[in-house]
Every structure is written in C-alpha cells, then in structure tokens.
C-alpha cells in the first residue's frame, strides 16, 4: 500500500507537470491567435467572445449539462454571429459587438439566476490556471493541431486577407470560409483562456504578445516568433511570481505581459534610434 506521502509526491508532481503543459500549450496557442486579434483587428471581438462565456456557463449550469462544453458551443455561437453580422449586414463592427456582447452578457446573469446557483462568479470572472484539467490539456492540444495544420496550409491566404480582404477574394481566395474559421478557433480559444485566467482579462491576453513583439519587429516570421517568446514569458512569469508571492495567477500573467510590452516598447524606441543614427553616420 502507498503511503500518504508517496501519495502527496505524486499528486504535486502531476500538479506541476499540469500546470507545465498547460501553461505551454496556452503560450503556443497566444503567440498565433494574438497575431489573428492584433493584425485583424479583433479585439473586441475578443472581448464579446469572452462574456459570452459567462450566458455559455450559465446556460450548462441551468440546464444541469457540462458548462465547459455549453460555453464552448455558446463562444462559437457568438463568435460566429458577430462576424456574419460584420459581413453581412449593414451594421458597423462597433455595434454588432455592442449588441452580442450587451445580451450574452444580460441573458448569462438572467440564467445564473434563475438557476440558483450559489457558487463563487468571482471564479469566471477572473479565473485560475491552477484549476486546469487533463481534459482541458486535451482539448488545448487538440486546438493546437488544428491550428497548426490550417496555418501551414493557409499561412499565405491568411496573410493575404489579413492586410487587403477585397483583393484576396478577388483572386479567388475564399475569404468568408478563411475568415469564420480563424474566429470559430479563436472563440475555442477565447473560451478555455476565460477559463484559465478570467473572463474579464482574456482579451488583454489575447493582445499583449502581439502588441509586444510589433514594437521590435515588422515581418510576420519574426512577429510570430516573438509573440511565442513574449507569451510564453508572461505565462510561466506570471505563475512563477503568483506562487512565489501568493496571488491570483490570472492577474499577475497580464501584469507581467503589460510589463513586457512597456519594455518591449522601450527596445524599438531605441532601436529606431540607432538606426537614424547609423543611417546618418554613413552619409
């Protein structure tokens, strides 16, 4: 028979390696879907996927069904309305958001309500990453594939919609498909980062890396490189400083990213120096 600290060795190293290969598999996926959010200007796109979370739980909570998996029907629901609403009709980006966002948000409340839950909304709304579950992994594993496999045989297309939409779908690219499936990942995305780090801080998140890197570099190579290094730091940063200190996991990821970007910001400000100066000194 195993004794109890056997018992408590395996459950801390199973904790850690969790804790590990979640906080990997979340970076790797941030260092993409940042780029998409930041270049495709989808911020708040992001913000109404993430509180659309909160009416997805509610609607698992009410109807006594897995709320991850409510919540991650109900995210691709509202993220792929939101973009048929973009493209489709003569709303502006601004007020289709407005609007999913205001009755995702109204009709969560509302169900959570009359569902009579009783537990914490405090753990939605800011989440944790030390909660994560094999399953979880899984599915951010599984996520990570799919995006690997569509980018390598998309990238240029991707690229391409990206910077000049009218001219992609002119040469034939399928602009609409290209794009509803860049959202419907990211709103699976959005849904398991709201999990780990908090509805309310996902799409800061979603920004950061991207933002970051931009400031050092212009390529996509190297943007997506850095977006991958800034992420992967203010992930495994913002744990290691949360375990140490005792804080809020979620919280303290975003403090470290915002701090990389200030430095990051520092960096090209002086790089950009350095270069007027050398172009000078040649002349």
């Known amino acids: 028979m195993t004794s109890p600290f056997v018992q408590d060795i395996y459950r801390m190293e199973t904790f850690y390696l969790k804790l ?34 909160l009416a997805g739980l509610a609607l698992g909570i009410y109807f006594k069904i897995d709320p991850t998996l409510s919540a991650l029907l109900f995210s691709l629901l509202v993220g792929w ?7 489709k009709t003569g709303l502006t980006e601004d007020a289709s958001i407005g609007i999913v966002l205001a009755l995702s948000m109204a009709a969560g409340v509302i169900l959570i309500y009359l569902s009579g839950y009783q537990g914490n909304l405090l753990t939605y709304l800011f ?32 690229l391409f919609l990206c910077f000049d939409e009218e001219t992609a779908y002119s040469s034939g690219i399928r602009t609409s498909l290209l794009y ?8 699976l995305l ?16 979603l920004v950061l890396p991207a933002a970051a890197a931009y400031q050092i570099v212009w390529h996509y190579k190297g943007l997506f490189l850095l977006s991958g290094l800034f992420s ?4 495994f940063g913002g744990i290691a400083l949360a375990y140490f200190w005792d804080l809020p996991a979620g919280p303290t990821i975003i403090l470290v990213g915002g701090f990389l970007f200030f430095l990051a910001s520092l960096i090209g400000k002086i790089k950009v120096k ?5 172009r000078g000194g040649s002349r």
């Open 127 to 158: 989440g944790s990453i030390l909660t994560i579950s094999w399953t979880d992994i899984g599915a951010l594993f599984i996520l990570l594939i799919l995006t690997a496999v569509f980018f390598s045989k998309n990238l240029e297309k991707i």
């Open 190 to 205: 959005i849904t398991y980062t709201a999990k780990l780090v908090g509805i309310i801080l996902t799409h800061a998140m």
């Open 81 to 87: 309305l939101i973009a048929f609403l973009k493209r």
């Open 20 to 53: 590990f290969l979640g906080g990997l598999l979340l970076a790797l996926l941030l260092a993409v879907y940042s780029f998409v959010v930041y270049f495709f200007r989808l911020a708040f796109l992001g913000i109404a996927v993430s509180h659309a979370v």
């Open 274 to 278: 350095l270069g007027r100066k050398l």
């Open 232 to 235: 992967t730091l203010s992930t």
């Open 180 to 187: 509803y499936t860049l959202v419907g990942f990211l709103s």
